[in-house]
């Protein structure tokens, strides 16, 4: 007999269940446990759970369960606050339903274009993921009808009112069927959610778990730097501990440029991350980040949520943040899945209150250090490089076909690649940077299913 903690104690579809099992899902999160069966009996949910908790698994369950594919209406929509969590989100739940046939599953986001999004909602949906500026356009243009909406979910609902998008997300759902299942996610519970919840929810059962990290799972260290000795401390910092990947957190976007340009002066390789991006270039970073190319990443707080970023060994504050909440989440990208994190903060002699502020839900009695004096050694350079290629899924460009390239006819060996990212009309994979000409030789030579493609280096400004 299965547990309560056991996905198969669920009255889920056996196809669903069949595939956790081949996922390797078989116990739930405390999110899981708590929210899926109410939200299998077809209840209203808020949920305040942090990211990393297993949410997306908890109401792609829900949605999914309820789906019925003969009908192909657009039945579930889910509202993310960033193009990164839509696409992660996205993501999952294709996997959670690989066993569902022909069910199709549509991102709806800007910062893509839009004219291709048209023709793909012609074709119809099940399930919309997106957010919530892009999916109102299409609303208002009339190239998405909610008519046949089942379940509505609200994903890091804090981060989209944070951002603006109140009145779009009451335009949407004025839009939305008034009898239909409702799931609101946030990490936190301020008034704004309170009311929101009250205004678009029918008796919700409120959910609330525990964060994922204990302070046991991240060692945290406090440091006393002048404000003008920053990006000097900052580098001998990186150069004590030596992570293989580091995440910097910065309270503006210049003060992210200007830190990232500094490391890089100083031989590290180092990327920015801020919300004067374009699209293009977001995606570029994530990528360089995520497939070591970039051992550090300098973020403002719009990366502490919702980007699908695993296994950081160092996150640092180079600014502490002005709300302890915000802390959490940055700090949260390391220690997980049962590993040890380390966070490292730097200070000011006038910010020791807010170091009170942030401790003061937690045992810890923190100690201000002294930064190192002296440089160990030079900076590594990081293990892998990228390779731009001009041609992705919309070529119908798949991994597979560029490792095949890259390796057949006495190509390179396999353990030389690293992780492979395709997009649309660009595809980028990492190779060890002692093969990197060769790499890109292979590429501007030869062809990828049958056909040449340009590629270059990326370089790391």
Same mark, same amino acid.
């Given at each position: ?51 990393? &908790? ?91 009808? $909610? ?25 949407? %759902? ?98 920015? %991350? ?11 970073? $994530? ?7 970039? &051992? ?115 190509? $390179?060996?396999?353990?030389? $690649? ?33 056909? &040449?493609?340009?590629?270059? %280096?990326?370089?790391?400004?």
């Amino acid at each position: 007999m299965a547990s309560d903690s056991q996905f198969s104690s669920l009255n889920l579809k056996p196809a669903l269940l069949s595939n956790l099992s081949d996922l390797g899902y078989n116990t739930m999160t405390p999110i899981q446990a708590a929210a899926l069966p109410a939200i299998l009996q077809g209840s209203d949910v808020l949920g305040k759970a942090k990211t990393g &908790s297993g949410k997306t698994a908890t109401f792609g369950l829900g949605l999914l369960q309820r789906l019925e594919v003969e009908r192909f209406r657009v039945q579930a929509l889910v509202l993310c606050p960033t193009r990164e969590l839509a696409d992660q989100v996205a993501a999952e739940l294709r996997k959670l339903a690989r066993s569902i046939h022909n069910i199709k599953i549509l991102t709806l986001c800007g910062g893509a274009a839009f004219g291709p999004q048209v023709g793909s909602l012609e074709h119809g949906a099940h399930i919309i993921v997106g957010t919530p500026g892009r999916v109102h356009d299409h609303l208002r243009k009339g190239n998405l009808q $909610l008519g046949d909406l089942q379940t509505l979910v609200l994903d890091e609902a804090d981060r989209m009112l944070d951002m603006g998008f109140a009145e779009t997300l009451d335009a949407i %759902l004025d839009l939305a069927p008034k009898q239909r299942q409702t799931l609101l996610f946030s990490a936190t519970y301020p008034e704004a959610i309170e009311s929101m919840a009250k205004r678009v929810q029918h008796n919700p059962q409120v959910i609330e778990v525990e964060a994922v990290h204990s302070d046991h799972d991240i060692e945290q260290m406090f440091y006393k730097v002048p404000l003008e000795n920053r990006t000097q401390v900052l580098g001998l910092l990186l150069q004590k501990y030596l992570p293989e990947s580091c995440m910097v957190f910065c309270n503006t976007k210049r003060e992210t440029q200007d830190v990232a340009d500094a490391l890089l002066q100083q031989g590290f390789s180092a990327v920015a %991350l801020h919300g004067d991006m374009i699209q293009k270039d977001r995606d570029r970073t $994530l990528v360089l980040f995520a497939n070591q190319s970039a &051992s550090v990443m300098v973020a403002t707080d719009v990366a502490a949520r919702g980007l699908d970023i695993a296994e950081v060994d160092l996150v640092v504050n180079y600014q502490l943040s002005r709300d302890p909440e915000v802390h959490v989440h940055r700090i949260g990208r390391t220690g997980r899945a049962g590993k040890r994190g380390r966070a490292v903060s730097m200070l000011n002699e006038n910010e020791k209150f807010k170091v009170e502020l942030i401790c003061a839900d937690s045992d810890a009695s923190p100690e201000l250090k002294n930064p190192p004096v002296n440089r160990l050694q030079t900076p590594q350079k990081a293990e892998f490089v990228t390779l731009e290629i001009e041609g992705g899924k919309k070529q119908k460009v798949r991994p597979g076909d560029i490792v095949g390239a890259l390796t057949g006819d006495g190509g $390179l060996s396999v353990k030389t $690649l690293g992780k492979i990212h395709c997009f649309p009309f660009h595809s980028f994979v990492a190779v060890k940077r002692s093969h990197a000409r060769e790499a890109l030789e292979k590429i501007q030579t030869g062809k990828i299913k049958g056909r &040449s493609f340009r590629a270059r %280096l990326v370089k790391i400004r």
